[in-house]
């Protein structure tokens, strides 16, 4: 095992936490940095029934076949990125939490042809979320946000202002419902541009008001 | 002054709100839902502003979007914005404005020489003028911008902020007007997505200025209950103030949304602007029509104006314009224009028609109310200095070519007026249906140009169409929308409602009407008055009649050279006339003279919108490695290498850049340095055939690089030049991880899919970018391995063990790491990847435990100079895109024994002749003189410039540890030139004599690095 | 701004792609056997089409997969787009350019 406390979130120098202490109030958006997901990249023909299966065996659920969507349970998402492409995402911030599961990818796979490459240090998460989260996004993304043609669930590749995103909405409109913070996106950055992105969303969403939240 | 000009009632002004606002200085008051101009003229000021070249007086012309006249300069300061349409800015309190274009006052202006000058000012005067001679030109120009200018550009930063946004939507509709409120009605009634665009504040276009009524009410109720009902759809968003400024490809649009121009105290979280970039699956043009002016001699003063605009005035904004009136028309549409401001109390002096037997449904309303009509009739001139005073009438002929009477004042008779209302038909405003590349055609009957096919996914709605009835705008409005709707894929609506329904209106046009383009005169055409084309460029049709005369004749030439429709307003109002009077004089049809492109922005857009926050820090995206917050405590000068910032040197307290980057090459060389490499690209590949792959990608043979060894590559374009090179290691059986430069991270990584995706997909190979999943904290120099040794338990660190271009794995500082032992520097070198996150960790562990070594961050230009005494090459610096690894004397890592990209090139004739250039060392005669990274390399130097130029410096620097100054250049045939001297003149005199030497400076054998 | 349909991932803004040029340019199997003349016309001749044109296109803001999109160079309408490897689509080549 690696101490965690040697660990630094890309967005760790920003001291959001402090700021995070505050109510989100009216904010029409709250936004908090996600780090330190164990995230795997996949390449596997889906073809390859056999393959494909074991994956279902071995994570409880199938990966999800249609462009631009996720399936997953509490433990592991799947995002599809591309018609042979997907990333395994393991939430919790576990340091081992990545390796394990590209073992797990790699003992399930065994003796296919298949990539399965770690990728989770190379990005944060930054979660956007609220009542304005898909006017905010919508300023710096071609893609469109509405209700009707981005629903729960859905991921896709992108860009956002100036950075290359991976957008995955995690929960729709009925989540605020439920009391609740929705719609809730997790946007995937790579660290490098985390802190451009960061600054680039605090300033455009500044007209709805933004939280930081813990 | 109080209003003097304001009606007692009605309009859609809030006379409990006055606004108080200055125009040139003077105090005045309008009215809350006032425009600058309607407050004016509710105050009896016409005069706003000169003309562009002529300097003449100038008044309010229009009531919107089409204004050629009255541009103001609006605000002080950094806020000040230059020719803004005083028509279009909406009146808030303390608003301040000032005409244009005028100098020492508007009243009195210098420039209006100009006018008395004006045979000498002809079309094409400046290209006649100002060729000859060449050098005078700068001083022209000078003399040219100072005349011409129109507004005064702020110097300072813009104080506010600007935003942008991208938007979808299944139907657009472009105006709301009665055409565009119906269509969003109809489209969003299926539940469709729309977008209402308004360029105005307020919904309802041309009826806010007229005096209709629809299913029998006022036609502005009518407005406010389908304002209600699209206000009440979930699905529908109205944007006022918000032009359609642009029709692109594939139903992309441009917005402009003026968010807080209107309001005095702007909130500060709001962006001034916003500009809306749209996809739209349909489009709903209903953009109306612009009315026209005629061109008759003198028509140019403070006083003329379009008669749609007068009724505007009078009707939206309970204003007279005037006191007594001459209505001016070749059509019956005006005779309602007439109608309507006698009803305000003005008094129509007379209506005075081109038509020899005026007709139709206003004309004869009008004819009842007992107006005063002259048929047959034309104004052959104007009087008044700065307000017209008087116009002159007189009956023209049969053909309207001439007057009656023939030449001379006796044919006239004079009326006294200070209101000309004039009206020369419409035209559509088919401004953004051209843009988006729909064909234009001219309908001879309406007298102007209707759209043909549409392009794209387009319908089109009310007068743009040439639907100029108010029935049949909310007919075709209605179409449309539920046509868009569809197209989008909805389904239709169940829930008719009376309003959606086409209500019951009139349905008058503005015809029959009579074609005269250009109104005779007594005078001989350009002589003793002038017949305005283009009021905002000072065009007249004498203009264009001389440039046909020079022989121009395509439409596009004839625009250019007399300019006519090239003003911010880009000819709304004039371009149809000067069309029509090219065609006349050319003896053509209309429809073969054909119509100028229309290009966006319909109006002008601001460069802030364009901007919006992609200013200053957020200009571009910036990359940032994990170990950042260190350098950056630690006062790191930073350099831009592409997106990343990478420390460029460590400056303490008081050093110079030359005195940092001393210390850090001694210290690399001398005992130890460390440097972050992060930035490096990094490409994980995997699968069987991952040899084969790099075999065909390399220059050099990857077969048989054992696992846990590493290996420098060369990557080539297919054209043979030098790409990208690196350091790939083979990780395991089928496993490899490739590390670029940099700034090719990205290049690299797509050069190798599309290869691997396009040509050889057969290959079980994938790739995945793992740039940003390492840090990578290099250690250099003698005690590279004794510090490594202190932070490592279980990697053997002997030469053996881990020799030049091994690997190791296992722990560093507790971390587990890969360690390369690779060098870019010469010296012993161990590149240490970490999982990203514990990059700080490893550097600050690595800092601490380096301290006996005095261990040294070393940034870009140490490592820049340390490579370079070694002569390694950096892509991009000593290579340009026209360098090959012969020109670079890299035989060694070209096989001979399998092919590669770019190879088959390297033989072509063009890249084995002798006299390519080719990378040498160079040193300076004076070893203190560093020589210009760039400047040029000579054999012989002449007196002056153009000298026979033999190479380029590509890299230059002083080296402590050469202590002299040394240099790579890229010398034509320079290996065979080695000893021989060259010059490299510099900019103010200076000549450096060097001698050309072999590139490597510094340790020939490698025993540095090896040990 | 073109909407371009990803094969994969649907349509999307132009700005997510990158543009590689002619389609249907295979690499020369041996290029050690071509001419000088041969080998330039693979390396820098590609045409210059009004009309249908067939290119190649790359998602590189999203699924980074290179298809094939034949495209009217005169109206930007894409008529088609289809897998790399695939053939040439049957078009009808209507347009009056």
Redesign the interface.
Known sequence: MVEAYLRQSALAHLGLEGRGAGARGAAGVAMSERPHRGIVNLRLDPGNAEAMAALKAAFGFALPAAANTSAGNTDTIALWLGPDEWWLVVPGPEPEAGPALAEKLRAALSGHFAAVTEVGESRTCIRVAGPRARALLQKGCPLDFHPRAFVAGACAQSILAKAAVTFHLFADESAAQAGAEGPVFDVYVARSFAEYLWAWLEDAGAEYDVAVVA | MTQRFRLPEGGLIDRAKPLGFRFDGTRYQGYAGDSLASALLANGVHLVGRSFKYHRPRGIFSAGAEEPNALVQLGAGARSDANMRATQVDLVDGLTAASQNCWPSLGFDLGAINNQLSRFLPAGFYYKTFMWPAALWMRYEWVIRHAAGMGKVPDARDPDHYDKTYAHCDVLVAGAGPAGLAAALAASETGARVILAEQDGELGGALLGLDETIDGAPARDWVAAARAELEARESVTILTRTTVYGYFDHNFLGLLERVTDHLAEKPARLPRHRLWKLRAKQVVLATGAIERPLVFSDNDRPGIMLAGACQAYVNRYAVKPGSKAVVFTNNDGAYGAALDLAAAGIEIAAIVDLRPDPEGPATERAEAAGLPVLAGHAIIGTRGDQRVDQVRIARISADGASIVGGAGEGAAQTIDCDLVAVSGGWSPTVHLFSQSRGKIRFDAELGCFLPGDAAQATHLAGACNGAFGLASCLQTGFEAGAQAAKAAGLKPGKRRRKIQKAPEASDDGFLPARWTWLVPSDRPLGQGGKHFVDLQNDVTAADLKLALREGYRSVEHVKRYTTTGMGTDQGKTGNVNAIAIIAETQGRPIPEVGVTTFRPPYTAVTFGAFAGRDIEDLLDATRRTPIHAWHQRNGAVFEDVGQWKRPWYYPKASESMHDAVNREVKAVRSSLGVVDATTLGKIDIQGKDAAEFLNRMYTNAWSKLEVGKCRYGLMLGEDGMVMDDGVTARLGEHHYLMTTTTGNAAPVFGHLEEFLQTEWPELEVRLTSVTEQFATVSLAGPNARRLLAELTQDIELSANALPHMGLARGRVAGIPARVFRVSFTGEMSFEINVRASYGLALWQAVMTAGEKYDITPYGTEAMHVLRAEKGFIIVGQETDGSVTPLDLGMDWILSKNKDFIGKRSLTRPDMLKPDRKQLVGLLTEDPAEVLPEGAQLVETVLAKPPMVMVGHVSSSYHSPNLERSFALAMIKGGRGKMGQRVFAPLQGGKTLACTITGPVFLDPEGERLRG | ???IPCP???P??E??F?Y?NEAHI??PK???K?D?AE??E???MRSNTKGVFLE?W?H???????FNVARDTV??EILAVYE??APRPELELRRDV
């Open positions: 701004m073109l909407l994969y991932c649907g999307r803004s700005e997510e990158s590689g295979p690499r041996q290029p050690d071509l000088d080998w330039a693979y390396v820098f190649r790359m590189a803001q999203g699924c980074r997969r290179w109206s930007y790399i490897g």
